[in-house]
């Protein structure tokens, strides 16, 4: 590689307390507030308020991958208001992060933004501003300029992806996630850990993007395993925090990969949580991408030490935390896996992954 680019606009603000400091990113600002119902984030919600005065309208009722639908119904909500908003305040997931860039980018309007990621119509006006709070160390969508949107009726997946997406600043407070469940815990945090994988054996890593990486991974391995044990771990919550957030850096530039594309047709058809439908093939991806790239093979050799035995490790990490191996565990058989990894392998974030289809395991005739 003769040279190589890093860019990510976005302000970020991390550790314990940051949370307090929301007033002056908001700067007096109307805003949409787009968050959770759920109760451990009522504090947060009412410390917002304290801060920076309560949000013209507050849009609680996202649902997990946001879908088509559903983003109609809450673009109805935002339309009824009084008055346009100035800034868009995410305080969630991901699926709360997709949501609010798409209500950015249309500044509250549905049909256009459709129309934008079916077409590629420009849209008429640049988005609003988001500043965001992730609520779970995983997503990584607050650095990110994209999101996921999903057509479950027509089965499809469709994705916003506009350098005005870009959260204007970001406020990562590991407090926020100690109260999460180990279920949410361990789905986020597969999630931030595939990201940064995708990010190593990935054809538009760069030095920058794979030291991001590699530090998430051994971060995010470390913060799983300790709250496995403790969830009450606030250690181990800033681990995952700083980790997801350094996976989120790194995969804001390279985009996901294999594991990424093999995933959504399983949460599509299968209803499988994303962080679990992205992570449980991770070490057959590995076997694909290790010897496919020298500094990819370094990076890996450095997490796992050697690389012979580096997918039963992982596969050993996986399966301590109670992660199934093999597609048939998703109620996947062979024949449809097949159609999945091949639909994969031809897909655009197949198409970033650095190994090669004939590498990756699958099971033969007989065995099907």
């Known amino acids: 590689m003769s040279g190589w680019a890093y ?135 607050d650095l990110t300029k994209w999101a996921t949107v999903w057509d479950p009726e027509r089965k499809r997946k469709l994705s916003l992806n506009r350098d005005d997406l870009y959260a204007e600043a970001v406020f990562v407070d590991p407090r926020i996630t100690e109260s999460l469940p180990w279920p949410v815990t361990l789905a986020s945090g597969l999630d931030a850990l595939s990201h940064a994988l995708e990010s190593i054996w990935n054809r538009h890593a760069t030095p920058v993007t794979r030291s991001f990486a590699v530090a998430a991974v051994r971060d ?77 093979d370094a990076a890996l050799a450095e997490l796992f030490d050697d690389l012979d035995q580096a997918p039963a490790r992982l596969r050993h990490f996986l399966a301590g935390l109670g992660v199934a191996a093999g597609p048939e565990t998703l109620g996947i058989g062979p024949d449809e896996w097949h159609e999945i990894v091949d639909a994969a392998f031809a897909g655009p974030r197949g198409r970033n992954f650095v190994g090669a289809r004939s590498r990756f395991p699958l099971p033969t005739v007989a065995e099907a």
């Open 7 to 141: 860019h990510n606009p976005v302000r970020l603000h991390f550790g314990s307390g940051v949370f307090d400091a929301l007033a002056d990113a908001i700067g007096g600002r109307t805003f949409i507030l787009v968050t959770h119902p759920d109760a451990p984030l009522q504090p947060w919600r009412a410390r917002l308020a304290e801060l920076a005065g309560e949000p013209l309208l507050a849009i609680d009722n996202v649902e997990p991958n946001p879908s088509l639908a559903m983003l109609r119904r809450i673009c109805t909500q935002v339309g009824a208001a009084t008055h346009e908003p100035e800034l868009i305040v995410a305080l969630g997931g991901g699926s709360v992060m997709d949501t609010a860039k798409f209500l950015a980018a249309g500044r509250g309007r549905y049909a256009p933004v459709v129309q934008y990621m079916e077409t590629g119509e420009r849209l008429a006006r640049r988005a609003l501003p988001i500043v965001a709070i992730p609520t779970t160390s995983g997503t990584g969508s």
């Open 220 to 296: 995010i391995m470390a913060g799983l395993r300790r709250l496995h044990e403790d969830p009450r771990d606030g250690t181990a919550r800033e681990k995952m925090a700083l980790g997801a957030t350094l996976a989120g850096l790194a995969f804001s530039n390279t985009q996901t990969a294999l594991a990424h594309n093999i995933s959504y047709p399983i949460t599509l058809e299968h209803g499988v949580p994303h962080g679990i439908a992205c992570s449980f093939c991770l070490p057959e991806v590995m076997i694909a991408a290790i010897g496919a790239d020298a500094a990819c």
